[in-house]
């Protein structure tokens, strides 16, 4: 295969359009921000706490794993249930509870730097209060200039609420990673790729690809041990690897087996250094 050149060897940065964010999590977060000037009312039917309801509640003796969790301490507070301000698991406690009624509440969860399949226990005594319903106000260019400015209409303000969901720069992990900062690189590619060199039913845009890695592999002057070649093997474990190399030694496809470590190796490089950002 000949060889080729790049207009740049430097790590890939490429920024792609932040994904529109959905309607329904722009109204979800109006609802929330619209919650502080709500007015409320205590619901005389005599029924049990159902999803979605606000409440006054209090919790005494929060503990987790009997250790005392002062975050989930509440103090004749309103608490909107499902809303996510608490554990699912708690919010299953409180459903079905009546206006006056105490119970000790067990409410599973998983913390942070738990393993899989290890739960804590989230335990407090919890009264309902009181049952309301929320009467949140309409919105309006006028509501928004009073209580959201800079904002100064409605269609200002959920742009500004949409853009609060900004998306982390794409993971080095994520399927998608390594085919955009290839595709990237192969868009530097000088020469055009030789015909020639094309495998049966090979897209030429694969064999641009090819080269391009082929470019920075050379560039990069990667050097690979015997060892190193091995470990670039495709495989599960260092056995399959092993395995599949010796297969290729006896087929004397040794240059081959290199070559595509060398590939696997600049690769390797290209996807830790480069980015992917969301603008």
Not at 23 to 43: F, G, M, N, R
Not at 162 to 190: C, I, N, T, W, Y
Not at 216 to 237: F, K, R, V, W, Y
């Amino acid at each position: 295969m000949k060889k080729y050149t790049l207009t740049s060897y430097e790590p890939v940065t490429i920024e792609l359009p932040k994904p529109q964010v959905p309607e329904s999590l722009v109204d979800s977060q109006i609802e929330k921000l619209l919650e502080p000037l709500a007015e409320y009312h205590e619901v005389a039917e005599d029924r049990g706490v159902v999803s979605g309801d606000h409440i006054v509640v209090t919790t005494e003796d929060a503990c987790i794993d009997g250790n005392p969790a002062s975050n989930f301490v509440l103090q004749h507070s309103v608490y909107h249930v499902g809303a996510g301000e608490m554990p699912r698991t708690f919010d299953d406690e409180i459903v079905g509870m009546g206006v006056g009624e105490t119970k000790d509440a067990v409410a599973p969860i998983k913390m942070p730097l738990a393993q899989d399949g290890n739960l804590s226990q989230l335990t407090m005594r919890v009264t309902v209060e009181k049952i309301l319903s929320a009467h949140q106000p309409e919105l309006t260019d006028e509501l928004v200039r009073e209580h959201f400015a800079p904002a100064c209409t409605v269609a200002e303000f959920r742009s500004g609420v949409a853009g609060q969901f900004g998306k982390p720069d794409m993971a080095k992990d994520d399927a998608q990673f390594p085919d955009l900062v290839l595709d990237e690189l192969a868009k530097r590619l000088v020469e055009e790729p030789d015909t020639a060199d094309l495998l049966p039913g090979q897209p030429l845009e694969a064999l641009r690809v090819t080269c391009a890695i082929d470019a920075l592999a050379d560039h990069l002057d990667i050097e690979l041990s015997d060892d190193d070649i091995t470990a670039q093997m495709p495989g599960n474990d260092a056995e399959q690897r092993m395995k599949i190399r010796k297969q290729l030694e006896d087929q004397g496809l040794d240059d081959e087996a290199r070559v595509f470590a060398l590939r696997e190796a600049a690769l390797s490089w290209l996807v830790n250094n480069s980015r992917v950002t969301y603008r």
